[in-house]
Each structure stands twice: as structure tokens, then as C-alpha cells.
């Protein structure tokens, strides 16, 4: 019997508050959960092990959400791969502006429901 590989999902947030919380449901969830704090570091791993979904901050140190964002989809090797953002930005130029940029969902951090949004991003997958 060949068993299910997980999904990988790569969390770039800066966060550390929010980072035991998100890692703990989803790798009940099964999921192989991967966390950088930064752009440099996050798409290292993007190269190394390139994830199945996106999690993305938008306020981050040195480089914003936006910037990765923007960088991610001009990228050949890596512009197909979903992004779901995670932000406290909640204003509609914020939403607006990442969705533009090729965001596949907008999450406001305090309203999270994470498990049901990747699980549906990923059937797309």
C-alpha cells in the first residue's frame, strides 16, 4: 500500500507569535510544514523544496509581502505555485493591490480558517 505524500507549505512570516499556532494545525493536518522569516531564506527554499501552497505575510523587516509577491510571479520556476496571503493589512487597496500582483486568497490574520482554505487551494493543485 504506497501512502499519500504530503503537501508542502511554506509559511513566509516573520511572526514567531503566530508560527507554533499555524505549524502545529497543519502538520496535524499532515502537511509538511516549512517556516522562514525572511524573502532570501524563503525562496532558497522555494528552489530546494518547492512548496505545494504559500503562506505570505505582508508586513515583514527588509522586504514586504508585496515585493515577494512581485518577485514570485515573474518568476518561471515559481510563479504557478498558489500564494495565499496572511496579513493584519485588511484595507481593500491592500487586498486589491496583492491579489494583483497574482495572490490566489486574502486572509486577515485575526480571522483565520486555514485548514479549509488550503485544503480547497490545494484541490486546484
Avoid at 63 to 72: E, H, K, N, P, S
Avoid at 83 to 109: M, Q, R, W
Wanted: with cysteine.
Amino acid at each position: 500500500m504506497t501512502r499519500k505524500q504530503s503537501k508542502r507549505i511554506l509559511i513566509i512570516d516573520d511572526d514567531e507569535t503566530l508560527k507554533d499556532a499555524l505549524t502545529d494545525d497543519l502538520d496535524e493536518e499532515g502537511f509538511l510544514v516549512t517556516w522562514c522569516t525572511n524573502a532570501e531564506t524563503a525562496f532558497q527554499e522555494m528552489r530546494e523544496n518547492t512548496p505545494d501552497v504559500i503562506l505570505l505575510d505582508m508586513v515583514m523587516v527588509n522586504i514586504d509581502g508585496f515585493a515577494v509577491l512581485r518577485t514570485l510571479k515573474k518568476d518561471e520556476e515559481l510563479k504557478n505555485i498558489p500564494v495565499v496571503v496572511l496579513s493584519n493589512l485588511g484595507e481593500k487597496k491592500d487586498v486589491k493591490k496583492a491579489k494583483d500582483l497574482g495572490a490566489d486568497n486574502y486572509l486577515i490574520k485575526a480571522e483565520l480558517s486555514l485548514k479549509d482554505i488550503i485544503k480547497e487551494i490545494l484541490k486546484m493543485v
